[in-house]
């Protein structure tokens, strides 16, 4: 048998180039990523915030009126990861957030406190291109659409009646691109129930985030959260492209 040294080639080119294809499309995204003070992926870091003096935050607000307004604010405890390799690289984690003198509401066994655990992930504001920093605070686990119901809930009760939140929400990190903090100032802002970030790109991808809420096994609505809270980490760390 005579060995085709060209077709062999020709071969060889075809793999190559759909080698690079596959390569290119893995990696056309970026996503804004922690890392530590040597540059290396933030691995476990620990953080703890506070609401800001005097703050009322909201665990949840629907359109046309204020609901469940926590006179004591909320605390929150954290922790944050980057994994991946390369341009993929992710940084995620979880937090648990508590509200206290919620007036009338409770999800534990102290009166007026309502706890939350929460999903996080960084992702980009509006769209990849804009390079703003922003993270995204889901209730796991979540549905494919939002509510209806058949994701996961973050449940409390209000004088009595079940008061069900689905969803994720999505606001500014806190830092730019590149800068480097153990301190910042998280905040999800909203307008008559509308919160005030919607759009995000996460992992090349761009979505809308939506918050919704039910009351005493009514329908869900489209809801927003506030929270205004100073964030202490528990070591140096920078938001950097990956």
């Known amino acids: 048998m005579r060995f085709n040294s060209s077709r062999m080639l020709v071969a060889l080119v075809a793999v190559f180039a759909i080698s690079a294809v596959a390569v290119a499309s893995a990696s056309a995204y970026t996503n804004p990523i922690l890392v530590n003070s040597k540059g290396e992926h933030a691995s476990k870091v620990k953080f703890t915030g506070r609401s800001k003096a005097g703050n009322w935050d909201q ?17 929150s405890t954290g922790e944050l990861s980057t994994t991946g390799t390369g341009t993929v690289a992710v940084t995620s984690g979880t937090e648990t957030v508590i ?95 509308v919160q005030a970030y919607k759009k995000y790109t996460e992992e090349g991808k761009e979505g809308e985030n939506f918050l919704y809420s039910n ?14 809270e100073e964030q202490t980490y528990a070591e140096k760390v920078e938001v950097v492209k990956s």
């Open 59 to 75: 665990p949840i607000q629907t359109p046309g009126g204020s609901k469940w307004q926590c006179e004591g604010g909320e605390t």
């Open 99 to 193: 509200y206290t003198g919620c007036e009338g509401c409770v999800n534990t066994k102290k009166a007026g406190e309502i706890e939350g655990k929460f999903s996080l992930s960084a992702v980009w504001l509006d769209k990849e291109s804009e390079e703003r920093p922003g993270m995204r605070v889901s209730i796991p686990t979540m549905s494919e659409k939002p509510g209806n119901g058949k994701g996961g809930k973050w449940v409390f009760k209000c004088w009595g009646s079940a008061e069900e939140v689905e969803g994720a929400f999505v606001a500014p990190l806190g830092p730019e691109l590149n800068e480097t903090f153990t301190k910042t100032v998280f905040r999800a802002n909203q307008t008559d129930g």
């Open 215 to 228: 009351f005493a096994g009514g329908s869900f609505i489209e809801s927003a959260a506030i929270r205004e």
